[in-house]
Antibody, heavy 118, light 110 residues
Framework: QVQLQESGPGLVKPSETLSLTCTVSGGSFRGYYWTWIRQPPGKGLEWIGHMYYSGQTSYNPSLNSRVAISIDTSQNQFSLKLRSLTAADTAVYFC????????????WGQGTLVSVSS | QSALTQPASVSGSPGQSINISCTGTSSDVGTYSLVSWYQQHPGKAPKLMMFEGSKRPSGVSDRFSGSKSGNTASLTISGLQAEDEADYYCCSYAGSHTYVFGTGTKVTVL
């Protein structure tokens, strides 16, 4: 079955750019929305954005100016870049596969904690 | 986009039924039949429990059911079991290829 695994730094300095990668195994990129979601410690989930397998992107309006998602199908990976970090960006970042009818997120990666601190 | 409103906590005894509400607006829950529900145990990734309001993914117990009325979606857990103790989040498509999650509900099995 499809499995997703996030990777990236656990600590990033304020004002810098976060780069995370999600490696997909056991399935095809075709027909799905490849999605990033985050969860600040002790808080709820926030949808960050997605990229359709063919390249179209959509982002949370509250993050739109700072975020970029890309796909590298040759490496079975998709990536997140988030610029101009502040402490408020400290969170567990999850990658997930989104349904082709915009109707679900499944499966999810295990999540990776990113702390923003000097 | 504001988060969908869920009760902070819901509790019930084993065997009972509980209901978790998820209230949005006419811009999300009220317009689209694209509400999904996720179960999250502590320190774990969320798990899809319901999609398109009332459809259960393969492998999810039929003790879980979903519905929607107006701007409010609901998840019902029947025959509550200890393993159901977790946080639950709703999520709605909000148009223009964006989504909004609920505030989350902690379910406690007494």
């Amino acid at each position: 079955q499809v499995q997703l695994q996030e990777s990236g730094p656990g600590l990033v300095k304020p004002s810098e750019t976060l780069s995370l990668t999600c490696t997909v195994s056991g399935g095809s990129f075709r027909g799905y929305y490849w999605t990033w979601i985050r969860q600040p410690p002790g808080k709820g989930l926030e949808w960050i954005g997605h990229m359709y397998y063919s390249g179209q992107t959509s982002y949370n309006p509250s993050l739109n100016s700072r975020v970029a998602i890309s796909i590298d199908t040759s490496q079975n990976q998709f990536s997140l870049k988030l610029r101009s970090l502040t402490a408020a960006d400290t969170a567990v970042y999850f990658c997930a596969r989104g349904g082709s009818h915009l109707n679900w997120f499944d499966p999810w990666g295990q999540g990776t904690l990113v702390s923003v601190s000097s | 986009q504001s988060a969908l409103t869920q009760p902070a906590s819901v509790s019930g005894s084993p065997g009972q039924s509980i209901n978790i509400s998820c209230t949005g607006t006419s811009s999300d829950v009220g317009t689209y039949s694209l509400v999904s529900w996720y179960q999250q145990h502590p320190g774990k990734a969320p798990k899809l429990m319901m999609f398109e309001g009332s459809k259960r993914p393969s492998g999810v117990s039929d003790r879980f059911s979903g519905s929607k009325s107006g701007n409010t979606a609901s998840l019902t857990i029947s025959g509550l079991q200890a393993e159901d103790e977790a946080d639950y989040y709703c999520c709605s498509y909000a148009g223009s290829h964006t989504y909004v999650f609920g505030t989350g509900t902690k379910v406690t099995v007494l």
